[in-house]
């Protein structure tokens, strides 16, 4: 039934990808930052505390509802591939990269440029187009895809809305400025929590679906150099296995930080941006196909044992 549910929640996203309106997550993240202009303040203690509430107040009560209506079986089937759909960013990653590759083919890069700074946080004068936008698909593979995947997998239709709840708080509070130092503190490392198995399942796809021992290398030299626990390998990993260096001076919101080199090999270009989203593909269909014969397995296994 899982790999059944999975199957169906994937194809839902490649077929309709992100909601254009009323797209619960956008919703939720516009809830987040009203709550937050609101309650971000007083002592480092109290904001602390408020934002370890507040995360609680907006994770439990969606969750517990839907662990609710999957109670029954009708509605476990009906509603688990929606909230698959609506935890996934799979489908989304392609359609954000897509402008930034034409506007590159097109040789326009003010564009490019533009549609870069969209998909992340970085300074749009200063952001090295081809690099940043691979960067955010290898990322993006964990947060918006493996993520939600791995915890259906554990816990169903609640777990990957739950993981998708927390890391859309830490995308929202997770930054190590002053302003979200303490209040956003509850947010990342819940978001480290409920991200380090998922995204060492995602270092592993990219290296056996990309050039193998160079991104198990990568990964294990050069991850513990990046300041995330989860990124790390990650990062690392994605770009041993296309074969790319990434990593370098970095700035954000005016503020350059020195990240760590990851991977090997040349600089990124146009073209490693179609190769990202196929390592991707690559990679959710090998774990999809991994996932079915393991119950398949397990179907015949119970089939022959009752027999």
């Known amino acids: 039934m899982t790999a059944l549910l999975l199957w169906a929640g994937v194809l839902i996203d490649l077929w309709l990808g992100e909601p254009r309106r009323w797209h619960p997550l956008v919703g939720f993240g516009r809830c987040t930052g009203w709550l937050e202009r609101r309650l971000n ?63 590159l083919k097109q040789g326009d890069e003010p564009e490019a440029r533009r549609r870069t700074a969209m998909i992340c946080s970085r300074d749009e004068a200063t952001l090295e187009i081809e690099r940043t936008a691979v960067e955010s698909v290898l990322e993006n593979g964990n947060d918006a895809v493996f993520g939600a995947l791995f915890w259906f997998c ?8 739950a993981f998708r709840l927390i890391n859309t708080l830490d995308a929202s509070w997770g930054y190590r400025s002053e302003r979200f130092l303490y209040f956003g503190w509850a947010a990342a490392r819940l978001d480290d929590l409920a991200g380090f198995l998922p995204a060492r399942l995602t270092a592993l796809s990219y290296a ?60 990124a270009a146009c073209e490693d941006l179609d190769r ?23 179907i015949l296994a119970a089939g022959v044992f009752h027999g």
């Not at 370890?52 to 688990?80: D, E, K």
């Not at 390592?279 to 397995?297: E, H, K, N, P, T």
């Open 276 to 298: 990202s989203l196929k390592l991707l593909r690559y990679s959710v269909l090998f774990w999809l196909v991994v996932i079915s014969l393991i119950q398949f397995g397990w």
């Open 154 to 161: 554990v816990f169903g239709a609640p777990g990957a809305l």
């Open 41 to 103: 303040k007083g002592s480092d203690f109290r904001r602390r505390i408020t934002g370890l509430v507040v995360l609680l107040l907006l994770v439990a009560p969606p969750v517990l509802i839907c662990v609710w209506l999957m109670q029954w079986p009708l509605l476990q089937w009906l509603l688990s591939p929606l909230v698959l759909w609506f935890t996934l960013g799979f489908k989304s990653l392609g359609d954000h990269i897509e402008p930034i590759r034409r506007a």
């Open 208 to 267: 056996l679906c990309g050039q193998t021992r160079r991104a198990l290398r990568c990964w294990r030299l050069q991850a513990p150099q990046h300041d995330s626990p989860n990124g790390g390998p990650v990062m690392a990993a994605g770009a041993g296995a296309l074969g790319l260096q990434l990593g370098g001076p970095t700035r954000y919101r005016g503020t350059l930080v020195n990240k760590p080199i990851l991977g090997e090999g040349r600089p």
